[in-house]
């Protein structure tokens, strides 16, 4: 029959039929943004700091004249040179995307098929989970063990595995993997190892050096934590350019745009203010980490900007809903199976005054 034969069954009505994969997906919730009001927002990591001064310059140089009726470099090349000489590799081994959630799509996209397997930790970031699910892949999820290591059950053959993701530092618990065990790991699995960056600015060590001594290491940045720049919509992969050349063929031809290649490329060169917002960071982190261990919480050494914590008696729902209620969040997080336990950004010195303080109050009346 040709196939393009108009149908007897024209559409009908009613609400389209999506693709089963699609309607059993479980929809990811990202943290509150609330729009308005006063919040002391300690929920997303988002960086309490203002970006460099020289991102606003950027933004409005590339603003000027009939710039924004160009369309941007499809490759953000003057991000790619600048980031590889802030980062001592070459430029061919960057890929850029429009925040690092979608270089995470990319990946998936290049090397998870349908019914295929990518493996991931847990509990950790679930939005990996998300987008195996809309490729119609299945996740093979491996619980950390209680000191917040992985078994070898991660790096275990298993038939149709494709992909492996690992946050490191991960989140929600601020933990670091050592560069030696990941550098092992990737050696063993037979596919990719996709190593999450999103929060080593923060941390001891990085696994930059992986990607040239191993050939299926894979890193991601962001610019949303480190950078404070989460509301600009920035991220790059490094890989070996073998493996680069076949992401670029599955992004979208304009992943980023003119605005948001300038601001990082102007963001990536201040490595002066990187530093300082770094050790600022941490100092309150310190500080946050000691009141809440003061307070009764088990609290997990963070190596990112944000801190992992659970109480043996309070009920973790209720500590956040009476935060909540005094305008500020911070977030609860509920792992089917695993257990609960409260996020908490680092955010200022003061907003984390103004947190410590509501918290103490309500430790008393719950
Ligand atoms: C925040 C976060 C990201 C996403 O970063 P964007 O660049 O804002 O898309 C990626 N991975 C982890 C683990 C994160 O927490």
Same mark, same amino acid.
């Given at each position: ?17 999506? =693709? ?11 943290? $509150? ?16 700091y ?29 991000? =790619? ?29 290049? &090397? ?24 119609g ?6 619980? +950390? ?8 059950? &991660? ?6 595995? =494709? ?10 618990s601020?933990?670091l ?9 990737? #050696?063993? /699995? ?21 990607v040239?001594?191993?050939?299926n ?5 962001? &610019? ?5 720049l989460?509301? /600009?919509?920035f ?49 309150t =982190?310190?500080?946050? $980490? ?6 009764? +919480?088990?609290? #997990? ?5 944000f ?17 909540? #209620?005094?305008?500020?969040l911070?977030?609860?997080m ?16 003061? $907003? ?11 430790? $008393?009346?719950?």
């Open positions: 029959m040709d196939p393009n034969t108009p149908s007897a069954a024209a559409f009908s009505g009613g609400t389209p039929p999506v =693709r089963p994969d699609i309607a059993a997906l479980a929809p990811y919730v990202p943290g $509150e943004q609330p729009q308005g009001g006063r919040w002391i927002k300690l929920n997303t990591n988002e960086n309490p203002p970006p460099p001064a020289a991102v606003g310059d950027a933004i409005r140089d590339a603003a000027s004249g009939r710039n924004l009726a160009k369309y941007p470099d499809p490759l953000a090349t003057s991000f =790619r040179k600048q980031a590889g000489e802030t980062l001592g590799i070459d430029p061919d081994w960057i890929l850029c995307g429009n925040g690092s959630d979608d270089v995470l799509t990319i990946l998936v996209r290049t &090397f998870l098929g349908q019914g295929e397997s990518l493996r991931m930790p847990y509990p950790s970031y679930i939005l990996y989970r998300t987008l195996a699910g809309i490729q892949a299945r996740c093979h999820e491996v619980t +950390f063990e209680t000191d917040w290591s992985l078994s070898p059950l &991660f790096t275990a053959a298993r038939s149709g595995l =494709r992909l492996a993701i690992i946050p490191n530092p991960n989140s929600p601020g933990t993997l050592s560069k030696e065990w990941l550098l092992e790991a990737a #050696q063993q /699995l037979p596919c990719p190892l996709v190593i999450d960056e999103a929060y080593v600015d923060f941390a001891e060590t990085n696994c930059l050096d992986l040239a001594a191993c050939e290491v894979i890193i991601t940045r962001s &610019f949303s934590k480190s950078y404070a989460a509301g /600009l919509r991220g790059f992969a490094v890989a070996r350019p073998q493996i680069i050349e076949q992401l670029t063929k599955v992004k979208d031809s304009y992943n980023c745009d003119t605005l948001s290649i300038a601001a990082a490329t102007a963001a990536i060169a201040d490595t002066a203010w990187l530093a300082r917002t770094r050790s600022l960071v941490i100092a =982190r310190t500080r946050l $980490e000691a009141s809440l261990a003061a307070m009764g +919480f088990s609290v #997990q050494p963070s190596q990112a900007n801190v992992w914590c659970t109480h043996p008696d309070k009920n973790h729902r209720a500590i956040y809903e009476a935060l909540k #209620q005094q305008g500020i911070i977030r609860w509920n792992y089917p199976g695993w257990g609960d336990g409260l996020r908490v950004s680092v955010g200022t010195e003061e $907003e984390t005054d103004a947190f410590l303080a509501a918290l103490a109050s309500i430790l $008393e009346q719950l």
